[in-house]
């Protein structure tokens, strides 16, 4: 499949109520396990690549070291990628257009953005915000917009104002050329559905034990079901408890 075919195929997978499903991997070998798995595409998880390569999260993983893994998760299947940028490696629009073209050029499908500077809590306005996702979209990759409008904040109590807030930057953002709209830390149903109605892009929404299953929210409208950094906790999470039986004189179990 040539790269143009793939960021269509990609594309052509986001359906609102039959959601595409990506459980994010973070280097070859978890992309070869979840291709296995049946996966449709393959998706990185910003924080679980940083982490196995001895970083931390928030675009401290320098964009070669980035790159390197996505050739080498590219390498070892033939389904679309989608690669997490963080906020795009780039501290002008120009800057980003050249990173994600490197992306591109490395096999990507896809990227993630996302409208907070590294390590930053506030957003970046939505007019310069656009221009970045503008620059991102010119490269020919499908691009899905981060949107943390409900990052920190209480959607039981101020939902209708972040919806509208969502929105406003959902309609910003695609004019720009994004082909998604990523909302995550959002598992309210009703703010779920008033954004996927509404929404000039198909709603990707990171999942949680909150939103309950694929089923819920297809349901609501969602077009794409992350599961973000939770792969990586959990094989991470097990691989201790294993290490710590095995290391305390005990078998582990995968013996059993």
């Known amino acids: 499949m040539s790269e143009t075919s793939k960021v269509d195929a990609f594309r052509a997978l986001h359906i609102p109520g039959d959601p595409l499903v990506l459980f994010n991997i973070w280097d070859a070998g978890s992309a070869r396990v979840v291709a296995k798995a049946g996966a449709p595409a393959i998706a990185t998880g910003s924080y679980g690549v940083a982490e196995s390569l001895g970083y931390s999260d928030g675009e401290t993983v320098p964009l070669d070291l980035v790159l390197a893994n996505l050739a080498r998760i590219v390498a070892v299947t033939d389904l679309p990628v989608s690669i997490d940028m963080e906020a795009g490696y780039g501290e002008r629009p120009e800057d980003v257009a050249a990173s994600v073209a490197r ?6 499908a896809a ?5 907070r500077g590294p390590g930053q809590d506030a957003l970046v306005p939505v007019a310069e915000q656009a221009e970045r996702l503008a620059a991102a979209a010119s490269t020919g990759l499908f691009i899905n917009a981060r949107c943390d409008v409900f990052r920190g904040r209480d959607a039981a ?3 209708a104002e972040l919806v509208a807030a ?9 004019d720009a050329g994004a082909g998604g709209l990523f909302v995550p830390f959002l598992a309210d149903a009703g703010c779920i559905a008033a954004i996927c109605e509404a929404s000039p892009l198909p709603v990707n929404i990171l999942w949680s034990p909150a939103c309950g299953d694929r089923a819920a929210l297809a349901k609501l409208g969602v077009a794409r079901i992350s599961h973000g950094h939770q792969p990586w906790e959990a094989a991470m999470t097990l691989l201790e408890r294993e290490a710590r039986a095995v ?10």
């Open 247 to 256: 290391l305390a004189g005990g078998t582990p179990g995968y013996a059993a």
């Open 111 to 115: 990227i993630n953005m996302e409208d």
């Open 103 to 108: 992306a591109r050029d490395a096999g990507a």
């Open 166 to 174: 969502t929105l406003d930057r959902a309609r910003a953002y695609a």
């Open 157 to 159: 109590s101020d939902g």
